[in-house]
């Protein structure tokens, strides 16, 4: 399968919406509990902490994902940290899009001039989290049982990488 990174932009707006919404309603990938409506892409294309965002398109034009980087917090001293994010389309997973879409985030951190990157994983979603270490992540910190999902408690997985040396 030929996957293309593009800027995500309003045209992908449904579909970004229901990829996300599909995790909503049926993992702890996302940590929301209820679906969103459009008005919450702007938060993945244009909100003030998007540094880059990318929907994946597929050659027949399906949008098979999408991913950001986002500034890690508001606060300039931490120009150097920077958090991603992605979600992959149901029945696209295990198709290398995941690797091609971290490879393209860490390719623009570096031309940011970020050094240092974080995920934060539901810690049942051991899929994600063998992903991240298997890309070079490793586990910075473990808050237990701090939200609740499907009527369970869980806790939350913080990952990092560094990815270049960045004088601060």
Known sequence: MNIQLVPLDKSHSNDVIAIFNYYIENSTAAFRDQPVGSEHFDSFAGGDSIIKSYAATTDNGIVAGFCTLEAFAG???FRHTAELLYFIKRGYTGAGIGSKMLEKLEY???AAG?????????????????????????????LCGCWEKFNRKLGIIYMQKKIQQVPI
């Not at 063998?130 to 586990?139: A, D, I, R, V, Y």
Request: hydrophobic content about 30%; aromatic content about 8%.
């Open 75 to 77: 606060p300039r001293t």
């Open 108 to 110: 623009e951190a570096n």
């Open 114 to 142: 970020i050094g240092l990157l974080t995920a934060t994983i539901a810690d049942d979603n051991m899929t994600s989290i063998e992903f991240h270490k298997q890309h070079g992540f490793s586990e910075y910190g473990h």
